[in-house]
């Protein structure tokens, strides 16, 4: 994006007689475009863009169907609906300072957002572990808070605070159907899971079978790294790529917790009392679709190829470990 095509939004979003001076693009996005807009006051805001340009993720046929928790979404709706219940539950949001659904700022869904001023909490705790320990137990409790709201059904924020009920029976079975989705995908791309792909499904369809029914569905971010949280000026957790944010089985988050961070990382944001059997399913669920994910990522332009492969590379042998464990 250059300044010129942003200059609007800005204006309309920041006022105060301030111009654009210059616009930024940030890496680490492969969904929406980020970019800082810096203001002629220095004043600076953030830029959501959900513009095909801007979409790494080569097309599938599930893209969009907010019926099934795991397909791939992007948007404005779904960015609204999770601040708007992450806000609800008393937690710090970025504040909003203009959304263009209407699109008169530019062809694609807009937002603009605070810029937080601080570091990115992984950044923070890996600079300073006893600066980031304040941040840490907060966050904690934030993850308490979302762990302790129920909801009535599961599935994506924007389609059960909507109304809307997921496509599957309960959350194991979507679960199931979004391995074996990630299983046929990766054995597509690549000759290791394809030669153990009977092993892979037949253990998936064991792990199932030993979940016990539950009806508890709690608020789940799903990729939850601390490079997904930001420090605002007082200390406090902010998470942001929240446009994803499930009501689901807390075991679906904490997996992702335990598969992103060191062990001692994941010691101060550990909860009691989870379902080991739920942590089995989705841990080879995860394995699988951080190998299909990355390899169909793979099929596109995504410029940090080595990367990208690393993690593929890692969760396939992990997954390849399961399928052969007792």
Known sequence: ???NQLAGAARAALGGGRRLEAVERLAGGTTKGVYRLTMDDAMTAIAYLWDDSENYWPATEH???LADPFSSGTGLDLFEAAHARLGALGLRVLKIH???RDRTHHPADLAIVEDVPGEKLMDL???DPRAAEPTMRRLAESLATMRAHRAPSFGKVALVDGGG?????SCEQAAL??????LAEAAARDHRIADARVRLEERLRRLTAAVRPRAEYSVVHGELGLDHVMVDRNGRPVMIDIENLL?????WEHVFLRLRHTADQYRQLTADGLDEDRLALYGLTQHLSLTAGPLRLLDGDFPDREFMRGIAEHHLNE????????
């Open 1 to 3: 994006m250059t300044r």
């Open 63 to 65: 893209d969009g169907d």
């Open 98 to 100: 203009l959304v263009d």
């Open 125 to 127: 705790r890996n600079r």
């Open 165 to 169: 009920t997921s496509r599957s029976a």
């Open 177 to 182: 159907v979004f391995a074996l989705r990630c």
């Open 247 to 251: 009501y689901f089985d807390v075991e």
């Open 319 to 326: 997954a390849l470990a399961m399928a052969t464990a007792s």
